[in-house]
């Protein structure tokens, strides 16, 4: 006997009321433990499915970032090749307009054979035209092989005048007479150089600036001849009567 029970009774008791108690104690543990796995469950799906909406999210900004660097790539090239052509465009401009001044001043300078007081002016002129060529990319090989042309032009000019004059007060070589009118010579290759430079490609332009130099050491040469020969008969004021 226990607690003054006998033992009939405490079967009837653990069959009944106890029984039903350790059984719903277990249920409810094995319900607590179902619980805890499920939540355990739902908490990585949960988990799962926060870091695939945050890689589909960190991938849809990247891709967004890089659609957006690539549109901007592409508007700044093409900015950059607009301004290109803009600065090509103006650059072209700016070289025609030197040669149509170098062209207007070559002329200039030859009509100073007739009229020695317009000369500089014209001379000035073709200076400043031939060094703005220079400046620019397409025309800047001519302009610097044109720099002993344009001065040996003015001096053609100027010498003719003194062969003019030196023909009262010395004798000249026979010569003389056409070196005298070599600005004429001169002045049309300055003039075929610069009218075709625009229009020619690499090989034509290369064979220009060959015939350029070529023949500048010419008239250079047949100039001084004549300038050295009459240069002492003559004054600041004009030639001297010997």
């Known amino acids: 006997m226990f607690w003054g029970l006998g033992s009939e009774v405490w079967l009837q008791l653990w069959s009944g009321v106890i029984g039903s108690l350790v059984g719903a104690i277990g249920a409810a543990g094995v319900a607590l433990l179902v619980l805890w796995r499920t939540n355990l469950h739902q908490a990585e799906l949960a988990r799962r499915a926060l870091e695939e909406q945050r890689s589909l999210s960190e991938k849809a900004l990247t ?3 890089d659609d957006a660097k690539r549109a901007l790539d592409e508007q700044r090239n093409s900015l950059e090749r607009q301004l290109t052509d803009q600065r090509s465009e103006s650059s072209r401009a700016r070289e025609l307009a030197a040669i149509a001044d170098f062209l207007s001043a070559v002329v ?6 007739d009229d020695l007081s317009q000369l500089d002016a014209h001379d000035q002129q073709l200076r400043s035209a031939r060094y703005r060529m220079t400046f620019e990319p397409g025309s800047r090989a001519l302009g610097e092989a044109l720099r002993g042309w344009v001065s040996v032009l003015a001096r053609s000019v100027r010498l003719s005048h003194m062969v003019s004059s030196a023909h009262h007060v010395m004798p000249l070589p026979n010569d003389a007479d056409d070196i005298a009118i070599d600005y004429i010579g001169i002045s049309a290759r300055m003039r075929e150089a610069a009218s075709t430079w625009p229009v020619g ?5 290369q064979k220009l600036l060959t015939k350029l130099r070529e023949n500048l050491s010419h008239y250079e040469e047949r100039s001084t001849k004549i300038r050295d020969h009459i240069t002492p008969y003559f004054t600041s004021e004009g030639p001297t009567n010997r």
């Open 63 to 65: 891709a967004q970032r």
């Open 201 to 205: 490609d690499e090989g034509d332009r």
């Open 108 to 113: 200039g300078v030859v009509n100073g054979a």
